[in-house]
């Protein structure tokens, strides 16, 4: 998680530079697609969207957020094992508790969602992250912090994700055109994958030597730095998602919409099962990988990390190259290549042995990984561009509720099954029914497409509203009244 305020930090000069509007010297001013007709096309430059304000303050923002989740995703296990003496089941209960929220209130908030403006809403969010966040190194610093505190923090947490995850992807569509959602989702995908990776890195070197509480602070510190990057984007929301028409359905009616709209839907239908079927078996695949390396192979916990940090490093990687084959191939066809041909590549893990060996198994991480971040921006995208504004938070809501719900069955069936069978075979078994899984996308459309929609036929796209830089005054008042404008009760995710 990540948060804090700014104000009065020589610290930050830096990145107050970087959001400034000045325009690099010699360059264009922020391109947006929105020139003069007569003006000659001009090159694209190879920072691409962050040379535009609005993405890169959301960029930033993001990414220094994701930087701070990984440090206190190290942070809160260690504060729980060493400064608590929790149980190994404890810490379970505490992983579980962020996950928990998507199935009890993932489905009224992305009506809600729909409902809201996204912006106040992810600055409401970050208000939340940083007071949640706070608290565990100030109850420390008061000698008052417990275990039940944190499981309370990581489960008021994932409620706060199960809002600003879903909105902040609603969000994304009002800042860029879309032509330009497969470049925005791709540089904030690779970044976030960057981040975890640093931030992981980051946060367990801190820890060996300040101590656990000094990464919370920082996470805390993180999600200032995300507010204020937030606080300063001007471009406005279309109208149809900051001033809704009086509504005349109730909450349980949206929601239902949102889920007829998925099922309905052939190609909404067909990824949304794919992905539950992939968390399912990767949650199970998952809980073995670190049994696997320390019990069956008996590696050194640094060699562990080391192997371990293959799964963003393909996340990278995969992030580079997602459009590139999108382009070339089509959409459709690029997600279904990604899909088939790196899944396979998993099963190098359970052939990993002692010494050289272990080069299978950061393949068997790396590979899949690059697929997985590939489809996920592909596949975001499309939403994104393919579904009415108005109904994004809830086919959002609608997929994580069917996917995430499967994650702690998942989990605890992997588990259980390596402890009955071997570590080894039931990894072979999990990963090679994932490979399996991956022949859902060939029933719908898929297979026969080779660029996925990009407007839904039954919603035609409008003309957007010209957006216009809000006021000073605009967001001050947002600043003070963001309590006030959203009521709320994100791992992948914050």
């Given at each position: 998680m990540t948060t804090e305020i700014a104000a009065e930090r020589p610290d930050l000069a830096p990145l107050n530079e970087v959001l400034s509007e000045t325009p690099p010297p010699n360059e264009p001013s922020e391109p947006n697609g929105q020139g003069d007709p007569g003006d000659?096309?001009?090159?694209?430059s190879r920072w691409g969207l962050l040379r535009q304000g609005d993405f890169r303050r959301l960029w930033i923002g993001e990414t220094?957020?994701?930087?701070g989740n990984a440090m206190s995703g190290i942070a809160v296990p260690v504060i729980a094992l060493t400064t608590l003496g929790a149980s190994a089941s404890s810490v379970g209960l505490i992983n579980a508790a962020s996950w928990l929220p998507w199935l009890l209130v993932g489905l009224p908030a992305g009506a809600w969602i729909d409902r809201l403006p996204r912006r106040r809403t992810l600055l409401a969010c970050d208000i939340a992250f940083f007071v949640l966040v706070a608290s565990v190194?100030?109850?420390?610093?008061?000698?008052?912090?417990?275990?039940?505190?944190?499981i309370v923090v990581c489960l008021l947490g994932g409620v706060v994700s199960v809002f600003f995850s879903p909105a902040y992807g609603a969000y994304l569509p009002s800042l860029l055109d879309k032509d330009d959602l497969p470049e925005g989702n791709a540089k904030l995908q690779g970044s976030s994958q960057a981040a975890v990776v640093a931030g992981s890195s980051a946060g367990g070197g801190l820890i060996q030597i300040f101590g656990p509480i000094l990464g919370m602070i920082l996470d805390a510190a993180t999600f200032v730095v995300s507010f204020i990057c937030l606080l300063g984007i001007k471009k406005r929301e279309p109208r149809e998602t900051t001033k809704p028409e009086p509504r005349t359905t109730t909450l349980r009616q949206e929601i239902a919409q949102g889920i007829r709209f998925v099922v309905r839907d052939p190609y909404l239908r067909v990824l949304t099962g794919g992905a539950a079927v992939d968390n399912l078996l990767l949650a199970g695949g998952h809980a073995l990988l670190v049994v696997f390396l320390v019990r069956t192979l008996d590696l050194h916990p640094t060699v562990v990390g080391v192997l371990m940090a293959f799964d963003c490093l393909g996340g990278v990687l995969g992030a580079t190259v997602a459009n590139k084959l999108a382009k070339k191939i089509g959409t459709a066809r690029a997600l279904l290549t990604w899909s088939l041909v790196t899944t396979p590549f998993g099963l190098l893990i359970p052939l990993a042995t002692g010494g050289t060996g272990v080069a299978l198994f950061a393949a068997g991480l790396l590979i899949p990984s690059i697929g997985i971040v590939a489809n996920n921006i592909i596949g975001g995208s499309f939403r994104q561009a393919y579904c009415p504004p108005d109904m994004l938070g809830r086919v959002a809501t609608s997929g994580s509720f069917v996917s995430f719900s499967l994650i702690p069955l998942g989990a605890l069936g992997g588990g259980f099954l390596g402890q009955a069978i071997g570590v080894r075979e039931a990894l072979f078994i999990v990963l090679g029914l994932g490979c399996v899984g991956k022949l859902i996308l060939l029933i719908g459309?898929?297979?026969?497409?080779?660029d996925l929609p990009t407007e839904h036929p039954d919603y035609p796209s409008t003309p957007a509203d010209d957006a216009k830089p809000e006021a000073e005054s605009d967001a001050v008042t947002n600043a003070?009244?963001?309590?006030?404008?959203?009521t709320t009760t994100d791992g992948a995710d914050r």
């Open positions: 000659p096309p001009q090159k694209k220094t957020s994701t930087f190194p100030l109850a420390a610093w008061l000698g008052v912090l417990t275990l039940t505190q944190l459309p898929l297979k026969s497409t080779r003070a009244t963001i309590d006030a404008a959203v």
